[in-house]
């Protein structure tokens, strides 16, 4: 229903960003285009589309998208071509997805000529079509494998790409060596619990399940659980009147933040994760709604009965996000 409602209800030029898994139904149901699907899963967008999803910052998102959208992965492309390092053409494009034409061009022409400068701005800084964001709870669930992508470390690897006897060394690990050694360069595995439900409310301290306690009245945490340990998380995130909450814990010791959110009207559930995770507009915008963001507006909120199965669009705000940017001096 929410694919059909997407094509009743958006231009026929519109696009569906999200992960891979759903794009060949999103074309097939919807017919619309989508970032890339089942039989482009190889291709860069990947990296760029789990940068957006990753982001801390919603213009830095939309930048991304933007670009995205409008070019696909051409202006990577482009730099690569003018005898750019991927590492290299990577960081441009992230300098100026959240730069105003006009700041993007002086940024640019500092390392290139003004016929590229204006070739690549081309491909970043224009008219995107009608677009929204499409999140669904598997996506979610399985969002460790995004973070693999977007923390690709492209500077390690063009490094032991030049190393031949690293090379060498790298070809002779066993498959387990291999993988820890993947997640090694990406700065290590990162950390995403199963949901944790409510269990029982005493006063204003809400106990979870696994040993977890978030104090609603000075919003302090304690663990003491055999499977996530005994003590203090690193942070609690959490959504207040005031917007998007992040409160740090000086005496923890616990690897982890806790991320906090209403499962229904009365009721809580809180996931154990890394803060990069934790920061991320993805999960921001999927647990705590789009209430925190200026430009990514509500669309379609649909789920079965026991909410196991959720699926949220969010339209885009082009005109509201372009129009903001381009007035930023």
């Given at each position: 229903?929410?694919?059909?409602?997407?094509?009743?209800?958006?231009?026929?030029?519109?696009?569906?960003?999200?992960?891979?898994?759903?794009?060949?139904?999103?074309?097939?149901?919807?017919?619309?285009?989508?970032?890339?699907?089942?039989?482009?899963?190889?291709?860069?967008?990947?990296?760029?589309?789990?940068?957006?999803?990753?982001?801390p910052?919603?213009?830095?998102?939309?930048?991304?998208?933007?670009?995205?959208?409008?070019?696909?992965?051409k202006?990577?492309?482009?730099?690569?071509?003018?005898?750019?390092?991927?590492?290299?053409?990577?960081?441009?494009?992230?300098?100026?997805?959240?730069?105003?034409?006009?700041r993007?061009?002086?940024?640019?022409?500092?390392?290139?000529?003004?016929?590229?400068?204006?070739?690549?701005?081309?491909l970043?800084?224009?008219?995107?079509?009608?677009?929204?964001?499409?999140?669904?709870?598997?996506?979610?669930?399985?969002?460790?494998?995004?973070?693999?992508?977007?923390?690709?470390?492209?500077?390690?690897?063009?490094?032991?790409?030049?190393?031949?006897?690293?090379?060498?060394?790298?070809?002779?690990?066993?498959?387990?060596?291999?993988?820890?050694?993947?997640?090694?360069?990406?700065?290590?595995?990162?950390?995403?619990?199963?949901?944790?439900?409510?269990?029982?409310?005493?006063?204003?301290?809400?106990?979870?399940?696994?040993?977890?306690?978030v104090?609603?009245?000075?919003?302090?945490?304690?663990?003491?659980?055999?499977?996530?340990?005994?003590g203090?998380?690193?942070?609690?995130?959490?959504?207040?009147?005031?917007?998007?909450?992040?409160?740090?814990?000086?005496?923890?010791?616990?690897?982890?933040?806790?991320?906090?959110?209403?499962?229904?009207?009365?009721?809580?559930g809180?996931?154990?994760?890394?803060?990069?995770?934790?920061?991320?507009?993805?999960?921001?915008?999927?647990?705590?709604?789009?209430?925190?963001?200026?430009?990514?507006?509500?669309?379609?909120?649909?789920?079965?009965?026991?909410?196991?199965?959720?699926?949220?669009?969010?339209?885009?705000?082009?005109?509201?996000?372009l129009?903001?940017?381009?007035?930023?001096p």
């Amino acid at each position: 229903h929410a694919l059909l409602t997407i094509k009743e209800k958006t231009p026929q030029d519109s696009i569906v960003n999200t992960w891979w898994p759903p794009g060949h139904f999103i074309k097939a149901i919807a017919e619309r285009r989508v970032t890339f699907d089942g039989a482009t899963i190889n291709v860069p967008q990947a990296f760029w589309m789990g940068r957006a999803l990753y982001s801390p910052s919603e213009k830095k998102t939309l930048g991304i998208l933007r670009m995205l959208n409008t070019s696909a992965n051409k202006a990577s492309e482009y730099l690569l071509s003018q005898g750019k390092k991927l590492s290299e053409t990577v960081d441009i494009i992230e300098e100026i997805v959240v730069l105003p034409k006009t700041r993007a061009k002086e940024f640019l022409l500092k390392t290139l000529t003004e016929q590229q400068a204006d070739a690549l701005l081309l491909l970043t800084h224009g008219q995107p079509p009608p677009s929204c964001l499409f999140l669904y709870n598997d996506l979610i669930e399985s969002n460790i494998g995004i973070g693999f992508a977007a923390r690709w470390n492209i500077k390690k690897m063009e490094e032991i790409n030049t190393n031949p006897s690293l090379l060498e060394k790298i070809r002779k690990l066993k498959r387990a060596e291999y993988i820890s050694l993947l997640w090694e360069l990406q700065g290590g595995m990162l950390r995403y619990s199963e949901l944790l439900n409510q269990a029982e409310q005493r006063d204003e301290k809400i106990y979870f399940d696994q040993g977890i306690m978030v104090d609603l009245k000075d919003m302090t945490v304690q663990a003491s659980s055999k499977k996530f340990g005994t003590g203090t998380p690193r942070s609690l995130f959490y959504n207040s009147k005031a917007g998007s909450m992040k409160k740090e814990f000086m005496n923890a010791n616990l690897p982890y933040s806790v991320f906090l959110f209403k499962t229904d009207d009365t009721h809580y559930g809180c996931i154990l994760m890394d803060e990069i995770i934790a920061e991320s507009v993805m999960v921001q915008l999927y647990f705590w709604g789009p209430g925190n963001f200026k430009y990514i507006e509500p669309f379609i909120d649909e789920h079965d009965l026991t909410r196991q199965t959720q699926l949220f669009a969010f339209k885009i705000n082009w005109e509201g996000f372009l129009r903001d940017l381009e007035s930023n001096p």
